[in-house]
């Protein structure tokens, strides 16, 4: 099976286009949390998704739209789209999100959309922090995202002490899956924080057993107007001209 694994859509429509255009042949979607917030085509963006076979995860997001999470957590900016996006989320929608587990497990594979300690909150963003969440996980291998970077974080264990080994992606190459742990993301579609504005992805081959990371430039500037035009924050949209 090929699995198109991708993150952090975040309601933009131009960037989740381009993957779906961009990426090789695959079998099925694994969303890895927040498909909405942020950006200005949360109801296109989950009708998009429902189109194909796939399996989704609730994002922070996705749960602060549906009062799940106290928006008091969020930045200003983000508090404000998060009101734009209740406002205008479609009842498709709603329903839909409402749908979603935290939590999924498939063979060799779990998936989350913050860490498999706190799926869907928590930021695995350092080492230490993979190095940790490998005793909350029961699988070889963790998909996440939420912190919008493509990484993973392999284990390692030296006297008799657990690490994380971390390991920047290297694009349009196979790699292995090893023998031990990893902790993956893929990156994000709608929002790369990595300073490259480039939707980001990962194509999951478990026949070859490989990971493919992929980039991909989409029309920022299309998502950037319809922004403006629903009254977005303009920091949310001038961050997606340069990946921050």
Known sequence: MRYLVLSDIHANLAAFQTVLQDAPPFDRIWCLGDVIGYGPEPSECVALLRQYEHDCVAGNHDWATLGRLDTEDFNP??????????????????????????????????????????????????????????DYLDTPYCFVGHT????????????????????????????????????????????????????????????????????????????QQNMQDHGLPARLAARLSNGW
């Open 77 to 134: 900016d983000a508090r404000r789209a998060l009101t734009w996006t209740r406002a205008n989320l479609d009842a498709a929608g709603v329903a839909y999100l409402q749908k979603l587990p935290t939590a999924l497990t498939f063979g060799d594979f779990t998936l989350v959309h913050g860490s498999p300690r706190q799926p869907v909150w928590e930021y695995t963003l350092y080492a230490g922090m993979a190095a940790a969440n490998f």
């Open 148 to 223: 919008h970077v493509p990484v993973l974080f392999e284990q390692t264990t030296h006297n008799g002490v657990v690490s994380a080994r971390v390991r920047r992606p290297v694009y349009d190459e196979p790699i292995a899956l090893p023998g031990g742990r990893l902790i993956i993301n893929p990156g994000s579609v709608g929002q790369p924080r990595d300073n490259d504005p480039r939707a980001s992805y990962l194509l999951l081959d478990t026949d070859a057993q490989t990971l493919l990371f992929r980039r991909v430039e989409y029309p920022v500037e299309q998502t």
